[in-house]
């Protein structure tokens, strides 16, 4: 796949007025502009937020999280409109004014109309940006098909450097602004259950902190987030790992660090500590405790 010769997708899908992909067009068009003036108020609190995935689980509990507390514009960036209004219509009973736009992480060379889409669509700065898209994949299906295993990598990792990418400079741009990565507990260490995955969130999680750093100067900042298991629809119908949290428990702690200022995340908070020591075990050891998880 050339994931450059793919058509840039421009249009912007509001309410229940949504067009499909194909009939969109090439063109962004907003029938409504968000509120303006939506950035982060004197308190700190997120007043206007996007979110890469929009119809994901934990991204769509982070916003619900946030709208309460004053997050007035919500931009759900994702490559299927239908699955993301579900989500747009929860934030709009919750207060929010919602529009959703297209972005595909696997379409690189579409990222640049993506994100000026989904800026153009906010009609203002937008001070929080949520990285909520992934696959997890299945391992052995995966080893069996190096062409998927590639383009999970894409997804999760190479998508997602692009368009953060790209997110960044219009952030510095604004000279403020938040942007949250879900990385993942897989990324510490590789295991043999779903490496293919566990590696492209190591890639992310690495890629996300170097970004934190070159965009201190600018008042940008970048938090990392790494959950255990998340009872989702991506890990919906395997069985729950020790400590497995949910979305709602997630969302929090993302609100904790926007406002504490941290910029790693653990869910929960104990991984902080088991990680580090499962991280240096030998890796001899690591095989036999691993095997199982
Ligand atoms: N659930 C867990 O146990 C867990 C643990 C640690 C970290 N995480 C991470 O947390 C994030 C959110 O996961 P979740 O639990 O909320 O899962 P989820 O509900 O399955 O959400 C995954 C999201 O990724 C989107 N997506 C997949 N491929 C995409 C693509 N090519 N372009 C754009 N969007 C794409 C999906 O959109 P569609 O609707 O189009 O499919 C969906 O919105 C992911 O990065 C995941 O790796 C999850």
Redesign the pocket.
């Known amino acids: 796949m050339d994931l450059r010769l793919q058509a840039p997708q421009l249009a912007v899908y509001e309410g229940t007025k949504v067009a499909p992909p194909a009939a969109a067009g090439r063109q962004a068009r907003r029938t409504e502009p968000l509120p303006s003036g939506d950035v982060q108020n004197a308190l700190g609190a997120v007043q206007s937020l996007l979110v890469l995935?929009?119809?994901?689980?934990?991204?769509a509990a982070i916003a619900e999280r946030l709208v309460p507390d004053g997050c007035r514009s919500v931009v759900l960036a994702?490559?299927?409109p239908e699955?993301m209004e579900p989500v747009a219509a929860r934030l709009r009973a919750a207060g929010a004014a919602v529009i959703t736009t297209p972005?595909?992480?696997?379409d690189i060379g579409g990222h640049a109309d993506a994100v000026k889409a989904a800026w153009e669509a906010a009609a203002t700065d937008i001070d929080c940006v949520v990285l909520?898209?992934?696959?997890?994949g299945d391992q052995p299906q995966l080893e069996d098909d190096p062409a998927a295993a590639a383009e999970l990598a894409v997804?999760?990792y190479a998508?997602p450097v692009s368009t953060l990418l790209h997110v960044a400079r219009h952030l510095e741009e604004q000279g403020h602004g938040t942007i949250v990565v879900?990385s993942?507990?897989a990324a510490e260490r590789a295991r043999r259950s779903n490496f293919v995955y566990g590696s492209s969130?190591a890639g992310l999680d690495a890629f996300a902190q170097g970004l934190a750093d070159s965009l201190v100067a600018a008042g940008v900042r970048v938090v990392v987030v790494r959950?255990?298991?998340?009872r989702?629809?991506?890990?919906e119908g395997r069985d729950p790992a020790p400590m497995a949290t949910t979305?709602a428990a997630v969302a929090e702690a993302v609100a904790g660090a926007m406002a504490s200022g941290r910029e790693t995340v653990w869910v929960p908070g104990t991984l902080r500590y088991l990680m580090p020591v499962l991280r240096h075990l030998p890796r001899p050891v690591w095989r036999r405790v691993s095997a199982n998880m």
């Open positions: 995935g929009g119809s994901s689980d934990i991204g994702g490559r299927r699955a972005w595909d992480a696997v909520a898209s992934g696959v997890l997804t999760n998508g879900l993942s507990v969130k959950p255990g298991f998340v989702s629809s991506m890990t979305p």
